[in-house]
């Protein structure tokens, strides 16, 4: 396999987390930003879509006090946008309907965060929720593992679109490897055709809370029966990618496009590249 990466646009969204192309257009959240923004391909137009329980907050956030989005995950009608959960500040989720995102709630995750914490005993350092999709009935949250047990994960639940009711099934540990005796952490992760695909960031630092200097980033697939890593490639070695969502695929390649955190306060843009993956479906018989 080969990779190859270029630059697409600029976009207005400082601290880009996360990404769905759904219809031609591109939706993005950050994780100091208030709002929801949607771009029309086709248009070259962005509009920007303010959180209503978030109207009163500034559009972008100091570091202590944002709600760090984290996760932008389809289900249904709808997008999903999840905070991190690791502070009480960031246990929150914010529901879109695609065909007016000005219309959106909140939504109290913090029940469903408490869970994973007592039922597989994790300190609240350990619980950085940073991707996720949704099957059916099921959703997973992916764990980014830069706590100080560096517990790499997916969390899968059964839950309703409200998130009243929950089961958690199940918490299975994800092995990455290291840059430098550095953890790769997960950072985002999408679902295509049975097919689970992570990208992973190697941060020198064991608090969530923490920015570190960034090692490098890697795409990875996922068996989703037991979860190992069937295939790995190093994206790139400075760039902190943190957003992933699939775009599409030719005979021998695959194309995902990426959103980068610039771990820069002072910033007010983000950046979106596009990831060909070359010759991975060639590999497989596809």
């Known amino acids: 396999m080969e990779k190859y990466l270029h630059k697409l646009f600029t976009v207005p969204v400082p601290s880009c987390s996360g990404l769905q192309l759904i219809d031609k257009k591109l939706y993005l959240i950050g994780d100091n930003y208030n709002a929801l923004y949607s771009l029309d391909i086709s248009k070259n137009q962005g ?9 009163e907050r500034p559009r972008i956030e100091i570091k202590a006090e944002k709600k760090d989005l984290e996760v932008l995950l389809k289900i249904d009608g709808n997008l999903l946008a999840l905070g991190s959960g690791s502070r009480p500040l960031r246990q929150n989720g914010y529901l879109f309907e695609i065909k007016n995102p000005n219309k959106n709630k909140e939504i109290d995750l913090s029940q469903i965060y408490k869970t994973f914490l007592d039922v597989y005993r994790l300190s609240a350092e350990d619980l950085n929720i940073e991707g996720g999709f949704m099957v059916g009935e099921i959703l997973f949250l992916f764990n980014r593992g830069n706590g100080p047990k560096a517990q790499n994960g997916v969390f899968t639940i059964s839950c309703n679109l409200s998130f009243t009711e929950f089961k958690l099934l199940s918490f299975n540990l994800i092995s990455l490897p290291k840059i430098d005796n550095i953890q790769a952490t997960i950072t985002d992760a999408c679902y295509h055709n049975s097919r689970v695909y992570i990208t992973a960031a190697c941060e020198d630092t064991i608090d969530p809370y923490v920015d570190g200097v960034n090692k490098g980033s890697y795409w990875a697939e996922l068996d989703p ?58 590999s497989i018989g596809l």
């Open 225 to 282: 029966n037991t979860w190992n890593t069937s295939r790995i490639i190093k994206i790139d070695d400075t760039l902190k990618v943190e957003g992933l969502t699939y775009v599409g695929a030719s005979h021998e390649d695959m194309f995902f496009w990426i959103c980068v955190d610039n771990d820069d306060e002072s910033s007010q843009e983000g950046s979106i590249y596009e990831l060909k993956i070359s010759g991975v479906n060639k």
């Open 47 to 55: 509009i920007e879509h303010p959180i209503k329980a978030l109207t």
